[in-house]
């Protein structure tokens, strides 16, 4: 079942702060995220177990709420190097995508 | 450390010819296996799965097919391509379900 990401894309100047959302209908095992660069595949950034988790990669950090329903990724103090698509992944037989939030930081 | 390797990179292929995309992994013994294609400005459709040798799963009805003939090794094939199998493809591996995916470099591939 796959999640559902909002927004779809986000424009952010150097130094200001995002969030995107992944959320489900269902309670998850796990909720993953991943960043993907123009032209480049996907690379993992973390991945959230347990309700109530937070979890930190740089400036790049993500919840995962108490009812393990919704997970939401923290762009604080952007980076021009922060632009791509940002997917989340849920696990119900095997990983579920979102359709992806394109982020582009400006300088 | 593991490494994935995603070979060719860039393919064009008219419409109706075969395909067969590879896909090894190093550093890592019994992955599972992915494939995986995204369309141009799109998200990541999973095609396949595989948990060992021999043993695949479809997502997805299409004329692909894919085959596990040794533990590291993941093949994406088609008899006869269609227009709309254009995209980028993509071969991941992750210790077991639920666990992280690691993805190789990815093969862009132009039916014409």
């Known amino acids: 079942q796959q999640p559902v990401q909002s927004p779809q894309a986000v424009i952010l100047r150097e130094g200001e702060d995002a969030v995107i959302n992944c959320s489900s209908s269902k309670a998850l095992y796990s909720v993953h995220w991943y960043r993907q660069k123009h032209g480049e595949a996907p690379v993992f950034l973390m991945i959230l177990l347990k309700g109530g988790e937070q979890k930190g990669h740089d400036k790049i950090s993500a919840s995962f709420n108490e009812k393990k329903q919704q997970s939401s990724l923290y762009l604080t103090a952007s980076q021009l190097s922060y632009s791509g698509t940002y997917f989340c992944g849920t696990v119900w037989k095997e990983l579920s995508f979102g359709a992806g939030t394109t982020v582009t930081v400006r300088a | 450390s593991q490494t994935i390797h995603q070979w060719p990179a860039t393919l064009v292929q008219p419409v109706g010819s075969p395909l067969s995309l590879e896909c090894t992994v190093e550093?890592?013994?019994?992955?599972?296996l992915y494939w995986y294609r995204q369309a141009a400005g799109r998200g990541l459709q999973l095609l396949f799965y595989s948990v060992g040798i021999g043993q695949i799963s479809s997502e997805v009805p299409q004329n692909l097919s894919a085959s596990r003939p040794q533990d590291r090794q993941f093949i994406l094939s088609s008899k006869k391509l269609l227009l709309s199998d254009s995209g980028f493809y993509l071969c991941?591996?992750?210790?077991?379900?639920?666990?992280?995916?690691?993805f190789g470099p990815g093969t862009r591939l132009t039916v014409t």
């Open positions: 991941a591996w992750s210790k077991g379900a639920g666990y992280e995916q690691y």
């Open positions: 550093g890592t013994s019994n992955p599972n």
